[in-house]
């Protein structure tokens, strides 16, 4: 049974998207904040909730002279104001809670904090300007808002998330670090086991055959032929030799044309990996997926010409 989607995303309706759709239910499904190091998880949890909670607050002090006398002045919606209004009695300057702070100008504040929980599931602005019915330009305006009221809130959190933002390669999270080791340690694994069950009728009588590839086999149960790889994502893939490095590459966001000019791997044959390797990391290793089509998707805006060290 799949994970049920959080109920932040379930309050507004996905529009269908073609090409797309399958991977958007997979993200969806994915737990919001598993991207993150475990260790910063708990401040962008309560990020999520400041801003959930701050547009109806009340302020504790003036953000003019920082003075605690302060009362309010206009409820809100008086003459069409849309939050409380307060007044300083020390410098009499006018104010509301998001007086002085990066989200002053920003509306629809209900979407704010779904804007941040579809971000840090590696969803696109673009994306996610979709999903929540506002434009591409309010959702760009939104991000660097939002990165700025984060740089106030948890400067740790901040640094991590705007290293991650960028189109350079940046360092797996530990729990990420531990799913990519044990699955390349699969991929070695297929090389060389000589134990494997049948996939078509699943006995375990066979013989070992010979094999300048996976280890092949002949089953004594339905006397069908087959390898290690056979009925699994990898089959009939080729250069086994290649798949831990390429793995590797794939994982922390390089492209197809990038890891084709380090392996020596043509264009088209990269584009069949891809496919391939995620499919095969999704049913063990969702968070390798995951982490993959995130970075493969915030440094699909610029592509440098050569490969990255």
């Known amino acids: 049974m799949a994970p049920a989607i959080p109920q932040t995303f379930s309050t507004f309706n996905i529009p269908p998207t073609r ?69 300083c009695r020390d410098c009499n300057k006018r104010f509301n809670i998001l007086s002085g702070t990066p989200l002053r100008l920003l509306r629809s504040e209900e979407k704010w904090k779904p804007w941040m929980s579809y971000r840090y599931q590696g969803f696109s602005q673009e994306l996610i300007a979709a999903f929540l019915g506002i434009s591409n330009k309010a959702s760009m305006t939104w991000s660097r808002a939002f990165m700025a ?19 350079h390669i940046s360092e797996l999270t530990d729990e990420a670090e531990r799913a990519l080791e044990a699955c390349v340690a699969t991929l070695t694994e297929l090389a060389v086991l000589t134990d494997r069950h049948c996939p078509y009728c699943g006995s375990s009588s066979t013989q070992v055959l010979t ?42 966001g390089y492209h197809d044309t990038e890891i084709g000019e380090r392996l020596g791997l043509s264009k088209s044959l990269t584009n069949l990996w891809r496919q391939r390797f995620l499919e095969f990391m999704q049913a063990r290793w969702p968070l390798l997926v995951h982490w993959t089509l995130w970075q493969w998707s915030r440094r699909r805006v610029s592509v440098p010409s050569g490969p990255q060290t």
């Open 19 to 87: 090409r797309h759709v399958e991977t958007i239910d997979f993200l969806l499904a994915r737990p919001s904040l598993e991207l993150l190091p475990e260790a910063l998880r708990p401040a962008a949890r309560g990020f999520l909730s400041y801003l959930a909670t701050l547009p109806t607050s009340a302020p504790h002090e003036c953000p003019a002279c920082a003075s605690r006398s302060i009362a309010l002045a206009t409820p809100a919606g008086t003459h069409g104001s849309r939050r409380d209004g307060y007044y």
């Open 149 to 167: 009221a984060m740089a106030d809130y948890d400067t740790q959190l901040h640094r991590w998330w705007e290293d991650h933002q960028s189109t």
């Open 211 to 252: 094999s300048r590839r996976a280890t092949e086999y002949q089953c004594h149960g339905c006397e069908r032929r087959y390898n290690n790889l056979t009925e699994t994502p990898l089959s009939h893939i080729q250069h086994m030799e290649l798949w831990p490095e390429y793995l590797r590459l794939l994982v922390v």
